[in-house]
């Protein structure tokens, strides 16, 4: 019962708070209303409902704000000891409230002490005056130096008031410099018609003629170090233009180079794609002229090609009616044959031989076989090659390789040698050799081997055409017919074959 007692006294004392902090701020500003309308008493009666209303939510700022406006207002109508004795309740609320929160509040003192010491000044009460000026000055220095402008000003008043004007021109400058060091120069004109203001209301004619003389002085150096600080400011703000004007001058002359760096640039571009496009129609014209032109030798060549085997063609009759024994028919029906094979093969290049497989040790043997009978009898001829199988043509190889021995007996002399040999280079590589002890081939007719028709020859002596045809022979099989030429000891031929 007692908890719940408790409790609901709690609940009525917050809300009690609460109302009451809502009626004295109404109140208020109902005191701020009828002061700006000059309707002095309902402003003193407003304030001092707030008052109550702010003491009794323990709002101890806004209670002692209302308690000193309530004081001035009495003062104003030279009610003294009204005045006095709100000031004295005040002080005991701000008390009681330092006491419950445990934190000092020398501003709100410091309100009640200057209002304080005004009335005294006004009842030229210099002992009295200094007390409260005094205490002031102590609650100035517990705030921290939030009050200094307040108490200088103060200070001022109660010097001049009171015949210490020097101590009164110290103060006053004090709080003057202050100002315009922040150049605040509206608070510093505030603070001396303030000061003017309050020694026109206390009669004090001394202050008012000596405030107005220093008022007059301040102004005019005011007016100068205005006129400086805005000839300053025009000074700066031309110097900014200035600079304004040369960083643009520069961005301008920069934009402009670029402008300039690329108007060349697509000259020299535009002057690059024109000579390239002369360049390239030039290249076009120059490419259709040589494929006119190789169009022309293909087929020219072919016309020849077609000639040649013509010829050949025409002679089969009229050598069928010469003796064939004589040396010179037997030659021209020779090299009637060669021209013929030749133009063949050269027509039929892209079309590869057939591959097999075939026993490599066999098939050297059976072509050394047949080419003794057709070699010059005395030099040896030995094989070497592995008893494997590989994949090739054996009609065509093994009529290139007859040729080649049968070349070889013919510079071989009777004590030489003469080898056949394989050998398998790759994966898909097959290489035949034939290698002689004979006299070899000369750096001259190198080059000539398997060129036909390179030289005017006596046929009866052959017409070197077995080469060419060995050579377009071996390119048919996908591989190609070569001439050592770092062997020295005779002659050295390698056909190499290529099965893919």
């Not at 300053?232 to 960083?247: N, R």
């Not at 390239?280 to 022309?296: E, F, T, V």
């Not at 290139?400 to 040698?417: F, R």
Request: charged content about 25%.
């Amino acid at each position: 019962m007692k908890k719940l007692t408790t409790l609901l006294l709690l609940l009525f004392i917050c809300a009690a708070g609460s109302f009451a902090q809502s009626r004295g701020d109404e109140l208020m500003k109902q005191a701020k209303s009828a002061l700006d309308a000059k309707e002095y008493v309902k402003a003193r009666y407003n304030y001092l409902q707030s008052y109550n209303a702010f003491a009794s939510a323990k709002n101890y700022p806004q209670a002692a704000e209302a308690g000193v406006n309530v004081a001035k207002l009495y003062h104003r109508e030279n009610y003294y000891k009204e005045a006095f004795d709100i000031l004295n309740k005040v002080d005991m609320i701000v008390a009681q409230g330092e006491a419950e929160t445990g934190k000092t509040m020398p501003e709100l003192h410091y309100k009640a002490a200057n209002e304080r010491m005004n009335m005294y000044v006004k009842l030229k009460n210099p002992v009295r005056a200094k007390d409260c000026l005094n205490r002031m000055e102590e609650y100035a220095k517990s705030a921290g130096g939030k009050l200094a402008g307040d108490l200088l000003y103060s200070q001022a008043n109660y010097y001049y008031t009171f015949g210490q004007n020097a101590l009164g021109d110290a103060a006053i400058n004090k709080l003057i410099e202050t100002y315009q060091k922040e150049k605040d120069y509206e608070k510093a004109d505030e603070c001396y018609r303030q000061l003017i203001a309050t020694a026109t209301r206390t009669n004090n004619a001394r202050l008012v003629a000596r405030t107005y003389e220093r008022y007059n002085s301040w102004t005019d150096s005011i007016r100068a170090i205005t006129a400086k600080d805005e000839l300053q400011a025009m000074k700066a703000k031309y110097d900014d233009s200035l600079k304004t004007i040369e960083e643009k001058d520069h961005s301008l002359a920069v934009k402009t180079g670029i402008i300039v760096t690329l108007g060349i640039l697509l000259c020299v571009l535009a002057a690059a794609l024109v000579v390239g496009f002369i360049i390239l129609m030039r290249y076009i014209a120059l490419n259709r002229k040589l494929k006119k032109n190789i169009m022309i030798a293909n087929e020219h060549n072919t016309l020849k090609t077609e000639f040649i085997r013509n010829i050949s063609a025409q002679m089969e009759p009229t050598l069928a009616t010469l003796d064939q024994r004589l040396p010179a028919v037997q030659a021209l029906r020779n090299f009637s044959s060669h021209i013929q094979e030749l133009s063949d093969l050269e027509s039929s290049l892209s079309e590869h031989y057939e591959m097999q497989d075939n026993n490599v040790l066999a098939f050297c043997e059976k072509v050394a076989d047949d080419a003794k009978g057709l070699m010059k009898p005395g030099a040896t001829l030995s094989v070497n090659a592995p008893k494997m199988s590989a994949k090739f043509n054996p009609e065509e190889v093994e009529a290139v390789l007859v040729h080649l021995l049968v070349n070889a007996s013919l510079n071989t002399p009777a004590d030489g040698k003469i080898t056949l040999e394989f050998k398998k280079r790759g994966a898909h590589t097959l290489q035949f050799i034939v290698t002689d002890t004979g006299c070899g081939i000369s750096e001259e007719y190198r080059d000539k081997l398997f060129k036909p028709f390179a030289e005017v020859r006596d046929l009866t002596q052959g017409d070197a055409l077995g080469l060419p045809i060995c050579s377009l022979k071996a390119s048919k099989m996908n591989g190609s017919l070569t001439l050592d030429g770092d062997y020295t000891h005779g002659a050295r031929f390698i056909l190499e074959v290529h099965d893919k």
